[in-house]
C-alpha cells in the first residue's frame, strides 16, 4: 500500500520554526519530484513548495520564498518542509504529494500529483 505520512505539525507562536516531515512507503519516490500544498480553512488548495528528484531544483510559491526551504533524503524516502518566521497567515493543513509523472522538474498545480498524504495542522498564533 502506497502511503505518504506528515508529521511535525502543531501550535507555534508567530516567528517561531516547524519542520514538517513526509515518509514515504509503498513504493520508492527516490525519481518523482515532491511537493507540499497547504488548506487553509474555508480556502482553496495552495501551492508551497516543490523539489525535482534530486534536490536541485527547487520551487517557492511566492507567499513563502525566503522562509521555507523544502529538501529531500532519498536514502529515507523522506522528504521535508523547514518552515521559519511562520505568521498567523501559514495556518493551514499542510499535505504532501507525489508528481509521479515527472523528476527533473516542478509543477504547482495539485492536479498534477497522483499520491497526498493525510495532512497535518500547522497554526500559527499571534
Known amino acids: 500500500q502506497v502511503q505518504l505520512v506528515e508529521s511535525g505539525g502543531g501550535l507555534v507562536q508567530a516567528g517561531g520554526s516547524l519542520t514538517l516531515s513526509c515518509a514515504a512507503s509503498?513504493?520508492?519516490?527516490?525519481?518523482?519530484?515532491m511537493g507540499w500544498f497547504r488548506q487553509a480553512r474555508g480556502k482553496e488548495l495552495e501551492f508551497v513548495a516543490a523539489?525535482?528528484?534530486?534536490?536541485?531544483?527547487?520551487n517557492y510559491a511566492d507567499s513563502v520564498k525566503g522562509r521555507f526551504t523544502i529538501s529531500r533524503d532519498n536514502a529515507k524516502n523522506t522528504v521535508y518542509l523547514q518552515m521559519n518566521s511562520l505568521k498567523p497567515e501559514d495556518t493551514a493543513v499542510y499535505y504532501c504529494?507525489?508528481?509521479?509523472?515527472?523528476?527533473?522538474?516542478?509543477?504547482?498545480?495539485?492536479?498534477?500529483?497522483?499520491?497526498w498524504g493525510q495532512g497535518t495542522q500547522v497554526t500559527v498564533s499571534s
Open positions: 523539489i525535482d528528484w534530486s534536490g536541485g531544483l527547487r
Open positions: 509503498g513504493r520508492t519516490f527516490s525519481s518523482d519530484a
Open positions: 504529494a507525489a508528481d509521479s509523472k515527472v523528476n527533473y522538474y516542478t509543477r504547482r498545480n495539485s492536479e498534477d500529483y497522483d499520491y
